[in-house]
């Protein structure tokens, strides 16, 4: 090997060089803790946090970081019980290990360890477990892992058997009373239980809704609200004041409606929920929002939907400016289109700037701003403070008023590239919504690249979807995409979709794409019959037919179709 080579090899750094590097500490701080060092055997970590300079959770975040693995808080972590069921507390002890979540998709095992580069005890942990479960070490401290030990072990933490403890125990007025209660209080494990749970199923909303004689808990799967448990009235104080304890909001405070918000992680995720409690007639109605940052962000590549719609949308943004808008209902998906455009667009040669009402996930490089109620800053104020930043592209959350579509239009028409979303039923009716809250056909036309419609509906189960041959009324619909195929599918349910047929959902999309025709007739304030006619000439085609064309590859059925568009014009009355 020649001497070149030998000198061009990298030289590993050492642990305290790579904390001052991240900024953690100071070499000042470093020099103290090697001169303690040379008197003690303990760990530069273990001294460094003895001295103050630094927290375990801060020196695990930047090993973590350091050494390639994921670190762990302990305490931010809802625990897995099929997890516990591989290491009972006795070995978990003696090891020094905490296993704290179960994949059973991937038969993944975390385990919290202090040192993940200890081999001898991975292959330990190995040679007790069955041959398929893979282990993923978590670097987390000493100290919280003897304490998550100590706290979790030893309790129950499924939802049937906390429900059954509760029944069987006593739930006195004093127990109600948990906003310092410890993990042994069921009611603490029942909720997170709860979370868990949901998070576990897909869900993208917990509800806990208050009736006169019980408590009833729906879960939103898919889009579609579905009861989990009824729970005995008398429990619901209790849960009330632990879900408000933990997304920081008033316990006192029963006749207002807050919001909170909730950061754990469970099954090795970060989870964060939106915590909304309404006063009703039979006390709060709490509803959180579930958002899981592992999924917030799709390439676009990634989207489940048609090439031609990926290639359209592609097309719109390597325009330089104007306005791109994406319509439809609440929970139609709009957020994840948007992040997915964006970070299509995200690269260190611009600068996308957002302004959002509230700020659902983080996405690196780009800056992320929250409406501030406490500051009366609304969008159209925010647009102004935004147009000061330098910014290459702008996401607006929403136009809503004449003043925010002002500023948005003047963003686009000053050379900016603008995202916003408008609440439309369709892509061709956003010019009519837009001349309604008072911009100009002339300003309109000419700024805005193109319009993208969607809905989500739910995804047959490809493991029991059933083949049926179309009915009449079936036929007359498939019969308006062109095509009646021989046989469609229908929902059936099985063990892995919960019976229900459906497993995941789809976007359907219309997307018009504005060039110079387009263009004049919006500026002549020409009508939606007239701006269909002349889109659908250029290639444009509408949700239904998106939709249709799902229902012809086995993708989703009629009835669900039915329930995010409308058939009526596609049916001859008989």
């Given at each position: 090997m020649s001497s070149a080579a030998v000198q061009s090899a990298p030289k590993k750094k050492r642990i305290g060089d790579q904390l001052i590097d991240k900024g953690v500490i100071g070499?000042?701080?470093?020099?103290?803790?090697?001169?303690?060092?040379?008197?003690?055997?303990?760990?530069?970590?273990?001294?460094?946090?003895?001295?103050?300079?630094?927290?375990?959770?801060?020196?695990?975040?930047?090993?973590g970081e350091s050494l390639g693995y994921d670190s762990v808080k302990l305490n931010d972590v809802v625990p897995d019980a099929e997890a516990f069921a591989f290491i009972d507390k006795e070995l978990a002890t003696k090891l020094n290990v905490m296993p704290f979540s179960f994949d059973p998709d991937q038969n993944k095992l975390m385990i919290a360890m202090s040192d993940t580069f200890d081999i001898l005890l991975l292959d330990r942990i190995d040679a007790l477990l069955p041959a398929e479960i893979q282990v993923e070490?978590?670097?987390s401290s000493d100290a919280d892992i003897i304490a998550a030990i100590d706290r979790f072990y030893g309790y129950e933490l499924s939802i049937d058997g906390i429900l059954q403890e509760i029944e069987t125990g006593e739930v006195d007025a004093q127990t109600q009373n948990i906003e310092r209660a410890e993990y042994s209080h069921p009611t603490v494990r029942l909720?997170?239980?709860?979370?868990?749970?949901?998070?576990?199923?897909?869900?993208?909303d917990i509800h806990f809704e208050p009736e006169e004689g019980f408590l009833r808990v729906r879960y939103r799967i898919d889009g579609v609200l579905r009861q989990v448990r009824?729970?005995?009235?008398?429990?619901?104080?209790?849960?009330?004041?632990?879900?408000?304890?933990?997304?920081?909001?008033?316990?006192?405070?029963?006749?207002?409606?807050?919001?909170?918000?909730?950061s754990l992680k469970i099954s090795g995720f970060p989870i964060d929920f939106r915590v909304a409690a309404q006063p009703t007639v039979h006390g709060e109605n709490i509803v959180?929002?579930?958002?899981?940052?592992?999924?917030?962000?799709?390439p676009l590549d990634d989207l489940d939907i048609p090439d031609h719609h990926r290639t359209t949308l592609k097309l719109m943004m390597a325009r330089p400016e104007g306005i791109i808008l994406v319509t439809g209902p609440t929970g139609s998906g709009k957020t994840t289109t948007l992040?997915?455009?964006?970070?299509?667009?995200?690269?260190?040669?611009?600068?996308?700037?957002?302004?959002e009402d509230p700020v659902e996930y983080s996405m690196n490089m780009i800056r992320q701003s929250s409406l501030n109620s406490s500051v009366k800053m609304d969008f159209a104020d925010g647009i102004r403070s935004l147009m000061r930043q330098d910014p290459d592209i702008i996401l607006v959350g929403e136009m809503r008023d004449l003043d925010t579509a002002n500023m948005g239009f003047r963003a686009a028409m000053t050379g900016h590239q603008v995202f916003s979303?408008?609440?439309?039923?369709?892509?061709?009716?956003?010019?009519?919504?837009?001349?309604?809250?008072?911009?100009q056909p002339g300003i309109v036309a000419g700024n805005i690249i193109g319009v993208v419609a969607q809905r989500l509906i739910r995804k047959l189960c490809?493991?029991?979807r059933e083949q049926v041959a179309p009915g009449e009324i079936e036929r007359q619909l498939l019969a308006t995409s062109g095509h009646v195929p021989e046989y469609i599918y229908q929902a059936v349910g099985c063990e892995r979709c919960g019976q229900r047929g459906y497993k995941g959902r789809l976007a359907l999309l219309e997307i018009l794409k504005m060039d110079d025709d387009l263009d004049e007739l919006v500026a002549k304030s020409a009508s939606v019959r007239a701006l269909g006619e002349l889109a659908e000439s250029k290639g444009f085609t509408r949700l239904i037919d998106d939709g249709l064309a799902r229902v012809h590859i086995g993708d989703t059925t009629l009835d669900e179709l039915s329930r995010a568009v409308d058939f009526s014009a596609r049916l001859n009355p008989t």
């Open positions: 070499p000042d701080q470093l020099k103290i803790a090697l001169l303690e060092q040379k008197r003690s055997p303990a760990k530069l970590g273990e001294i460094l946090v003895n001295l103050g300079f630094l927290t375990e959770s801060v020196l695990n975040d930047a090993l070490p978590v670097l909720v997170d239980a709860f979370l868990t749970d949901a998070v576990k199923q897909g869900a993208s009824s729970l005995h009235r008398k429990y619901w104080p209790s849960i009330v004041v632990r879900v408000k304890v933990l997304a920081d909001m008033n316990i006192a405070e029963t006749r207002a409606p807050q919001d909170g918000h909730i959180l929002r579930i958002l899981d940052r592992s999924k917030a962000i799709i992040y997915s455009l964006l970070n299509h667009l995200n690269d260190e040669t611009v600068n996308i700037m957002t302004l979303t408008l609440h439309t039923n369709s892509a061709l009716g956003s010019f009519a919504r837009l001349l309604d809250i008072g911009i490809i493991d029991c």
